[in-house]
Structures are given as structure tokens and as C-alpha cells.
């Protein structure tokens, strides 16, 4: 394949970041894009000399090597089963879904298709992670706090809890993910939510949530996100093992141990390049780095939606490290859909 067709389903802010990127590659052709909005399809589109798509059935059907489902989180499901069905590679922004069971149906599907997949969890793809991972190579974790604590994005939809999941499924999916890079799986997690909409209309999710999570490795941590500011305060991690504490965001890593204290800078825009630029080179057949297929980032989906699940029954919920594990509350007051309760 000397050229990699891309098609992108949605014309939101994320999409256009990732037509800017995919359009900067030589061998990347966008073939188009659809979008429930026609207008912002079109215009999507004919910024980069594309076509613009009726509807993914129109998108598929014009052949596209790989598609790029870029859609707002209530609407995963049905874009991801037509891609699946028609047998073509995917990229999936996160979060994969609003929900767990959307998620495990869709993972379901990928496994049995074999399909090749990416989700874009790009932080993954800063190098300051590596250097990280390296730091802590032969340092058992002993504690790592996360944090996400922003606005209220400008979206009509975020605010709501069922279009949504909230700020921990929505935004604080990257550090949860990059703590399961970098410590390992949560096995159990207790979280409380203030009880306290922000004040938007028609919002109901929480402005703040404190989470406390203990770790299959024995590590114990937290994490805290909030969506009460007018600026995006700080979002990243901070790790302390054995004469180490590291703090690691978008910006860069800051270590200190018995050398003293010394910052390295990050590279955002860098890694949001890397992430398509890795899941393009596999579907070209030509590299092999996707650091996030479906069934990797559904585990971060679990973690964050347990985390949404205790803050919102104030229960503690345990997440079994299996491959077909799903979260467990403590108590058997209305689960959501996917989740198992002990009995």
C-alpha cells in the first residue's frame, strides 16, 4: 500500500486536529468525511480537498484503507459495529464509549474480526513516558496521585452524565491511562462526587471527584478531577517509588532523587503526531507500534467508569485483573449495565 485512504467519521475539534496531522503525511490521502452536522462535514472536507459523506455506510462503501471514528462519546457504537462489519482498520478517539457495555460489545467484536485497532490515548507516545518507565524500571511504585482538574468544555453535551460519563470518563481517561502505563492495574477503587452540578444548564454530573485506588502491585493512590475552573489548572500524574518522585504531564517530566532536581521538557504536539503516525504505519503494514488497541484502552474504560460507579453509589468497586474481568460493586444497588455485583 503506497498510500493510506482515511476516512473520518465526525468534523468536531478532534477530528480536525487529526485531518491536520494525517494530511501532513506523504503517504496519507483523505478520502473523506462524514458527520451528523452536514455543514461541518462539508466544510471539514474542503479544507483539506476532500469529500464530504452523506453517512458511513456512503464512507465505506467508497473504500477507505482505515477509518477514524471521531465521534462525542454517547455516540459510540453503532460507527464502530459498520466499521467492524466492513472489515476495516479503526482508530477510535477516546473515551470509547459512554458506557461498559457499548465498550465490551464493541471489544467482542474486534476480537473475533481480529481487526486491527488503535484508541487515542496519545500520551503514551511522550517520550518523557519512556524516559519514566525507564526511572522506575527497578523501583517498586509505591504511591501515585493523579489529576485532571479543568473547565466545563463548550459543548452542549458534555455536562450531562449519559452523553458524557463526566469529567473522570471524559477527560481524566488519559491520566488513568497513564497510570496503568507506568503502575499497573487498579484492583480496587473508592470514590466519592461532590453531589454538586456546575453551573450549566442541564448539568448533571459532578464538578469535583476524589478517588482512591489500590494496585495489583501493592502500590496505593488517588485520584482528583474537576471541572470548576475558567483554565485547564493541571492534568498529570505524580509518582513516588523508592528514592524517586517523578511529576509527568503533557509538558514534560520533572524528576527528583539523590541527583537533586532536573526538569525534561515534553512534546504534545509531538506525541499527537506519533499516535497517528504509528496506527498509519501498521495499516500500511510498515511498523508496528500501536501502544493502544481496543481491548488495551477498554481497560482503562473499566477503571474510569468503576471510579464514576463508586462516586456515584459511595461504594467501594474491585476490578479483577483478568482479561474477561469487569468491575464488581461492593453492593447490589442498580448497577449499570455491564457491571457485574457480588452477590
Known amino acids: ?11 468536531g475539534g478532534v477530528a480536525q486536529r487529526h485531518a491536520r496531522v494525517l494530511t501532513g503525511f506523504e503517504d496519507v490521502e483523505l478520502l473523506g468525511v462524514t458527520d451528523v452536522t452536514r455543514d461541518a462535514a462539508e466544510a471539514l472536507a474542503g479544507t483539506h480537498g476532500a469529500r464530504a459523506f452523506v453517512d458511513v455506510d456512503e464512507l465505506l462503501a467508497a473504500g477507505p484503507d482505515a477509518v477514524y471514528v471521531c465521534v462525542p462519546p454517547f455516540a459510540h457504537g453503532p460507527v ?47 517520550h518523557v513516558v519512556e524516559q519514566a518507565r525507564e526511572l522506575l524500571a527497578d523501583r517498586p511504585v509505591r504511591m501515585v496521585n493523579g489529576a485532571w482538574l479543568d473547565k466545563v468544555p463548550p459543548v452542549a453535551w458534555w455536562a450531562r452524565r449519559d ?37 450549566v444548564d442541564g448539568a448533571d454530573i459532578d464538578s469535583v471527584t ?42 514534560g517530566l520533572t524528576i527528583c532523587d539523590a541527583d537533586g532536581e532536573r526538569h525534561l521538557p515534553g512534546d504534545p504536539d509531538g506525541a499527537r503526531a ?8 501498521a495499516v500500511r503494514g510498515v511498523g508496528d507500534d500501536v501502544r493502544v488497541p481496543y481491548a488495551e484502552a477498554l481497560r482503562t474504560q473499566r477503571l474510569a467508569l468503576a471510579v464514576a460507579e463508586s462516586a456515584r453509589t459511595g461504594r467501594s468497586v474491585s476490578l479483577p485483573t483478568g482479561p474477561a474481568a469487569r468491575p464488581r460493586t461492593a453492593v447490589a444497588d442498580a448497577p449499570p449495565a455491564g457491571v457485574t455485583v457480588d452477590a
Do not use: N
Open 1 to 11: 500500500m503506497r498510500v493510506c485512504r482515511v476516512g473520518l467519521v465526525g468534523a
Open 163 to 199: 452523553r458524557s460519563g463526566g469529567p473522570v470518563v471524559e477527560q481524566a481517561a488519559h491520566v488513568l491511562d497513564l497510570i496503568r502505563a507506568l503502575v499497573g492495574e487498579a484492583t480496587e477503587v473508592t470514590a466519592y462526587g461532590d453531589g454538586a452540578p456546575p453551573p
Open 274 to 281: 506519533a499516535v497517528d503516525r504509528a496506527f498509519v504505519d
Open 80 to 126: 464502530e459495529e459498520a466499521v467492524i462489519a466492513a472489515g476495516v482498520p479503526m482508530f477510535v478517539e477516546k473515551p470509547v464509549a459512554v458506557d461498559l457495555e457499548t465498550a465490551e460489545r464493541i471489544a467482542e467484536l474486534v476480537e473475533r474480526r481480529q481487526l486491527l485497532t488503535a484508541v487515542g490515548h496519545h500520551w503514551r507516545y511522550l
Open 210 to 251: 476524589a478517588a482512591t485506588l489500590r494496585f495489583e502491585g501493592g502500590a496505593v493512590g488517588t485520584l482528583a478531577a474537576a471541572c470548576v475552573l475558567g483554565w485547564k489548572h493541571r492534568a498529570g500524574v505524580e509518582i513516588l517509588a523508592d528514592g524517586l518522585a517523578l511529576s509527568l504531564a503533557e509538558d
